[in-house]
T-cell receptor, first 113, second 112 residues
Framework: QQQVKQSPQSLIVQKGGISIINCAYENTAFDYFPWYQQFPGKGPALLIAIRPDVSEKKEGRFTISFNKSAKQFSLHIMDSQPGDSATYFCAASKASGTYKYIFGTGTRLKVLA | ETGVTQSPTHLIKTRGQQVTLRCSSQSGHNTVSWYQQALGQGPQFIFQYYREEENGRGNFPPRFSGLQFPNYSSELNVNALELDDSALYLC???????????FGSGTRLTVV
């Protein structure tokens, strides 16, 4: 019940295309869903995050879509650029005072020039 | 405003040895979490410190221990190292455990 399942494992997109990464969770107590971007040799960097009270959040080229009933959320990267090539992790946490993140297994995105 | 800094960046240890990893939290942050990231995997929560007290722990054995100091910097100690402890160890900080943790670049530990 603590797992966050992420797909696909890897993704290749042409420059200017849309990248879509999906995540699913089981624990309905989760109430915070961040996405992190990680480049080789670096720590994860917060990209965008959403709470269950909204179904969509957009920041620049990045959009999170959230489906509370299906317990799924996804990251859309519009107009994908070669500089977006990185590993993306979804995560989930609950406001229990610990705020520990349960991370997905990651998606390696490659954007072709 | 400085971010989260970790030291050392790389480390090689022999099985059975002990290791200490260090983390300086971002300015104004009083909460530090430690994560273990095996190659090709997502980070796994080890434990969290808030105002020098441990306030959450993941599924890691007691040989993983930590400290948080009055300036909110933190240490991760691992005793009796095993080959499977080889991983990237990440430190993340926030203010009062609020959302949006800031991660450091990690310490790459190799156990041989």
């Amino acid at each position: 019940q603590q797992q966050v399942k992420q797909s696909p494992q890897s993704l290749i997109v042409q420059k200017g295309g849309i990248s879509i990464i999906n995540c699913a969770y089981e624990n309905t107590a989760f109430d915070y869903f961040p996405w992190y971007q990680q480049f080789p040799g670096k720590g994860p960097a917060l990209l965008i995050a959403i709470r269950p009270d909204v179904s969509e959040k957009k920041e620049g080229r990045f959009t999170i879509s959230f489906n509370k009933s299906a317990k799924q959320f996804s990251l859309h990267i519009m107009d994908s650029q070669p500089g977006d090539s990185a590993t993306y992790f979804c995560a989930a946490s609950k406001a229990s005072g610990t705020y520990k993140y349960i991370f997905g297994t990651g998606t390696r995105l490659k954007v072709l020039a | 405003e400085t971010g989260v800094t970790q030291s050392p960046t790389h480390l090689i240890k022999t099985r059975g040895q002990q290791v200490t990893l260090r983390c300086s939290s971002q300015s104004g942050h009083n909460t530090v979490s430690w994560y273990q990231q095996a190659l090709g995997q997502g980070p796994q929560f080890i434990f969290q410190y808030y105002r020098e007290e441990e306030n959450g722990r993941g599924n890691f054995p007691p040989r993983f221990s930590g400290l948080q100091f009055p300036n909110y910097s933190s240490e991760l100690n691992v005793n009796a190292l095993e080959l499977d402890d080889s991983a990237l160890y990440l430190c993340a900080s926030s203010r009062d455990g609020e959302d949006g943790y800031t991660f450091g670049s990690g310490t790459r530990l190799t156990v041989v």
